[in-house]
């Protein structure tokens, strides 16, 4: 077994803190900006298609079918329009989704990452900072004998 040193944590890199806490947060938010990269795209479709519904939406009044422009009568053309576009550029707004998704993660992390480790430090230069007791896991490798 190894022999045990105490350690005296009194400073963390917040420039180092700043890379790590930003890796993980983009990470660990990749999965579910995956997912609101889905829902988007869906979201999107699916409100092209009600809107195209309403556009060509009919009422019966005594069997006859009557037709009637939803779209036209509330106003929606440019709502339809921007649906449209967008349903045209899902795979492009699903790319979107997930790289702001992910980089917002990022973001988060980093900044609640810097603000732990600001306020550690600061703690640390008033108590010392935290102790820690370390073991060598390994034993050293072999040295030669001196003569």
């Not at 702001?100 to 480790?117: E, I, T």
């Amino acid at each position: 077994m190894g022999r045990s040193t105490m350690y005296r944590i009194r400073r963390i890199s917040v420039g180092s803190l700043s890379k790590f806490g930003c890796l993980l947060g983009a990470l660990v938010s990749f999965v579910p900006s995956l997912i609101l990269g889905c829902g988007g795209m869906l979201m999107v479709g699916g409100l092209r298609r009600l809107l195209e519904g309403w556009e060509q939406a009919q009422i019966q009044i005594l069997g006859q079918p009557i037709p009637i422009d939803v779209i036209s009568l509330l106003n929606l053309e440019g709502l339809l329009r921007g649906a449209r576009w967008a349903d045209s550029l899902s795979w492009g707004l699903f790319f979107l989704f997930v790289a702001l998704g992910s980089g917002l993660g990022g973001l988060l992390f980093l900044l609640v990452g810097d603000l732990a480790g600001s306020i550690y430090n600061l703690v640390a230069t008033l108590s010392g900072g935290l102790e820690v007791e370390l073991t060598e896991a390994r034993p050293p490798r072999h040295t030669p004998k001196e003569s």
